[in-house]
């Protein structure tokens, strides 16, 4: 069975602080994993990866693809309240262009 | 574009009853999909499609139905409404598999309770 498992479930940090996020997977037919952020509603998109150890880059996000060993990280540095958020991992699959997510890291950022 | 689109945005439905949450893209993506996530919970892919005329099942397919008569319209059908089916239901679409950039678009969500 595909599955996506994501750790910590749940992060409270400072401003200011720096944070990754774990997101391992087991499924066949890989294709790509990306990274989304929701906060109140829908997801929005951060990152797709595709190649193991290009490094991918937004402001203060950025994230990494091990092909290898079946993991992905992504981290947040000098944290702000609004990176507060769920932050989704997702693999897409080949053939069926399917996503599975995993269940979320939920990181809150305080003052 | 308006992207992709949902109604409604809110809905309270008695065990039982029947609804059909309507999803729209205007952005002319052949693969569309519908979602449920449950408070806490990640994204559980209900059905897709990869085009009109064409569906398949996702990972919890039971006690919903959906069609794809156009494009544009990726309607699921709730029959037999029941509390485990009170969730947030997103509907998504993307550009084709041979696309460089397979990114998944949402729609802004439809809550829904079943009491």
């Known amino acids: 069975e595909d599955k996506v498992v994501q750790s910590p479930l749940s992060l409270v940090v400072h401003e200011g602080d720096t944070v990754t996020l774990n997101c391992s997977y087991e499924?066949?037919?890989?294709?790509?994993l990306l990274w989304y952020k929701q906060e109140k509603k829908a997801p929005t998109f951060l990152f797709m990866l595709?190649?193991?150890?290009i490094e991918k880059k937004s402001g203060r996000l950025s994230s990494i693809l091990d092909k290898k060993e079946l993991f992905s990280i992504l981290n947040i540095t000098a944290t702000q309240t609004g990176d507060s958020a769920v932050y989704l991992c997702a693999v897409l699959l080949y053939n069926t262009d399917k996503l599975i997510f995993g269940t979320g890291t939920r990181l809150q950022v305080f003052p | 574009n308006a992207g992709v689109t949902q109604t409604p945005k809110f809905r309270i439905l008695k065990i039982g009853q029947s609804m059909t949450l309507q999803c729209a893209q205007d952005m002319n993506h052949n693969y569309m999909y519908w979602y449920r996530q449950d408070p806490g919970m990640g994204l559980k892919l209900i059905y897709y499609?990869?085009?009109?005329?064409?569906?398949d099942k996702g990972e919890v397919p039971n006690g919903y139905n959906v069609s794809r008569s156009t494009t544009e319209d990726f309607p699921l059908r709730l029959e037999l409404a029941a509390p485990s089916q009170t969730s947030v239901y997103f509907c998504?679409?993307?550009?084709?598999?041979?696309?460089?950039?397979?990114?998944?678009?949402f729609g802004p969500g439809t809550r829904l309770t079943v009491l």
């Open positions: 998504a679409s993307s550009d084709s598999v041979e696309s460089s950039y397979n990114e998944q678009f």
């Open positions: 499609s990869v085009g009109a005329g064409i569906t």
């Open positions: 595709t190649s193991s150890g």
């Open positions: 499924v066949t037919n890989f294709r790509s």
